[in-house]
């Protein structure tokens, strides 16, 4: 096991203007450890005194040395930033596994090294972003310049709370923005460390600032109100998404969603089973299912629906469920009690809607403290449950059968939400005749949560507005002026 004593957690102040400060008021929280219910410090608790605080700071960067770096510096900062993620990664990793509940293992070979490699991504890839230029004949020429959108919010979510904020910071950063930052009050450790190496690795004072608290009633709403925050970057879930688009309607921000999914693993009787058990393992429970892009709702051509519940189910039994430090757990705590009730709340839904719990459903043995709940799998359920519709965001899926082609993609389409699938096919012209009919925002075909951050990334309907990676976030973050000469 490592141990909690090796890397101390740590008490979470603001970062306003270059500076650690507590909340004016002294107002504190506690931060809570879900995997033993033990409390690992305190967290500053912010509202719109320290938001506006951080908003002046962020503006007053905005028009200082920091207007004035080159291309170049932005993009030695940004590979700085990521290479002293990299020395720290321990040390992180150990701080997400305690805020998050996630095992170690996870922590320490997905979400910090893809931190650092977000910021070393657009280290490189500003450097190579032009802007469009046209000649209207012998008229006039036509060129795009570039400039920053200004002062940023970033609101980031509790699941991936490092690797999704480096997301939105490091292209923000990158195009000669100003950022006012909000962790998920869950998570406040690794947000609050890198502030530290931010500044060490040479942002100038007040270019990121970040605010501890909570939602729309108190930082976060703060945000989403603020007049001199020119845009919004938010991660999270539609409901919160809905209530900042009105809160920043009164200034009309630039806004970017990237919001829930109930994503649907579609498994046709003509695909490679052992790879399909052994990816969808990882799509349904790693990180506990706390992870938008999860395939939570699984459709298995009936040939092999018996088979698929079978060896998948066997397989599922053997994950070991404990402490997230220990070096064995495949998977750890939810992330807080009120999340873990709810996610318990969606299993007793199934078991009144007449599904069959195939395993788990239930607190692990031998794990009286902490919020832990067995893997779970899900039989037996009409598409109108409330299970198969919502998200739950834990270690729970349904499995349901198909007949027929048109048949699943209609069953995959009945949802609001539109963020990724999964077609596991041998048969090419199937992968992509579905993945053309098939309404989200990526579609993996014999694979899951692979990734090339050139690509757009985002959903559609309820999972967000906008796309970010490569091109699509530099275009987020940068205002286009059309200048026009005549010639």
């Known amino acids: 096991m490592q141990t909690e004593a090796r890397i101390k957690a740590i008490n979470c102040q603001h970062f306003i203007n270059g500076q650690f400060v507590d909340?004016?008021?002294?107002?504190?929280?506690?931060?809570?450890?879900?995997?033993?219910?033990?409390?690992?410090?305190?967290?500053?608790?912010?509202?719109?005194?320290?938001?506006?605080?951080?908003?002046?700071?962020?503006?007053?960067?905005?028009?200082?040395?920091?207007?004035?770096?080159?291309?170049?510096?932005?993009?030695?900062?940004?590979?700085?930033?990521?290479?002293?993620?990299?020395?720290?990664?321990?040390?992180?990793?150990?701080?997400?596994?305690?805020?998050?509940?996630?095992?170690?293992?996870?922590?320490?070979?997905?979400?910090?090294?893809r931190a650092a490699y977000n910021f070393h991504f657009y280290a490189d890839y500003i450097t190579s972003v032009g802007t469009e230029a046209y000649q209207q004949d012998q008229q006039a020429?036509?060129?795009?310049?570039?400039?920053?959108?200004?002062?940023?919010?970033?609101?980031?979510?509790?699941?991936?709370?490092?690797?999704?904020?480096?997301?939105?910071?490091?292209?923000?950063?990158?195009?000669?923005?100003?950022?006012?930052?909000?962790?998920?009050?869950?998570?406040?450790m690794t947000a609050t460390v890198l502030m530290e190496i931010c500044k060490e690795a040479g942002v100038p004072d007040g270019v990121v600032n970040l605010v501890h608290g909570f939602g729309p009633n108190s930082a976060?709403?703060?945000?989403?109100?603020?007049?001199?925050?020119?845009?919004?970057?938010?991660?999270?879930?539609?409901?919160?998404?809905?209530?900042?688009?009105?809160?920043?309607?009164?200034?009309?921000?630039?806004?970017?969603?990237?919001?829930?999914?109930?994503?649907?693993n579609i498994i046709f009787a003509d695909a490679d089973l052992d790879e399909v058990i052994e990816t969808t393992i990882k799509s349904s429970f790693v990180n506990q299912g706390e992870v938008c892009l999860c395939g939570s709702r699984i459709y298995?051509?009936?040939?092999?629906?018996?088979?698929?519940?079978?060896?998948?189910?066997?397989?599922?039994?053997?994950?070991?469920?404990?402490?997230?430090?220990?070096?064995?757990?495949?998977?750890?705590?939810?992330?807080?009690?009120?999340?873990?009730?709810?996610?318990?709340?969606?299993?007793?839904?199934?078991?009144?809607?007449?599904?069959?719990?195939?395993?788990?459903?239930?607190?692990?043995?031998?794990?009286?403290?902490?919020?832990y709940l067995e893997p779970t799998i899900i039989t037996d359920l009409s598409r109108n449950s409330r299970c198969v519709?919502?998200?739950?965001?834990?270690?729970?899926?349904?499995?349901?059968p198909f007949d027929m082609e048109e048949e699943v993609v209609m069953q995959a389409n009945d949802t609001h939400y539109g963020l990724s699938a999964t077609i596991w096919t041998s048969n090419l012209k199937r992968a992509h005749r579905v993945s053309h009919q098939i309404e989200a925002g990526i579609i993996w075909v014999n694979t899951w949560f692979l990734r090339d951050l050139r690509t757009p990334f985002g959903g559609m309907k309820n999972s967000g507005i906008g796309r970010t990676g490569g091109m699509h976030s530099i275009d987020f973050y940068s205002e286009l002026s059309n200048i026009t000469i005549k010639l």
């Open 389 to 400: 519709r919502e998200e739950i965001f834990g270690p729970v899926v349904t499995v349901t």
């Open 220 to 264: 976060g709403g703060a945000i989403s109100e603020h007049p001199d925050i020119d845009a919004i970057s938010f991660i999270g879930e539609p409901g919160t998404g809905s209530a900042i688009m009105k809160s920043s309607a009164d200034s009309l921000k630039k806004l970017s969603y990237e919001l829930g999914g109930k994503n649907p």
């Open 141 to 188: 020429l036509h060129y795009a310049y570039r400039r920053p959108v200004g002062v940023v919010g970033i609101i980031k979510p509790w699941n991936l709370p490092l690797l999704l904020l480096t997301w939105k910071l490091a292209p923000c950063l990158g195009m000669g923005n100003t950022a006012v930052i909000k962790p998920a009050e869950w998570t406040p």
């Open 300 to 371: 298995v051509e009936r040939p092999i629906y018996s088979e698929f519940v079978s060896r998948f189910a066997e397989r599922v039994k053997a994950l070991k469920v404990g402490h997230p430090l220990d070096d064995d757990t495949n998977v750890g705590a939810l992330v807080s009690k009120e999340h873990y009730d709810r996610v318990m709340g969606y299993v007793e839904i199934a078991k009144n809607d007449g599904g069959t719990i195939v395993t788990g459903g239930k607190r692990p043995e031998g794990l009286e403290k902490g919020y």
């Open 23 to 113: 909340s004016k008021n002294q107002k504190t929280f506690e931060n809570i450890n879900p995997a033993t219910e033990e409390v690992l410090g305190t967290v500053a608790e912010g509202g719109k005194e320290e938001v506006g605080y951080a908003v002046a700071a962020a503006r007053r960067a905005l028009k200082g040395p920091w207007k004035n770096t080159t291309l170049q510096e932005r993009s030695k900062i940004l590979r700085r930033i990521g290479d002293l993620i990299l020395e720290r990664q321990e040390e992180l990793a150990h701080l997400e596994s305690l805020d998050t509940g996630k095992p170690f293992s996870l922590a320490n070979s997905i979400d910090i090294p």
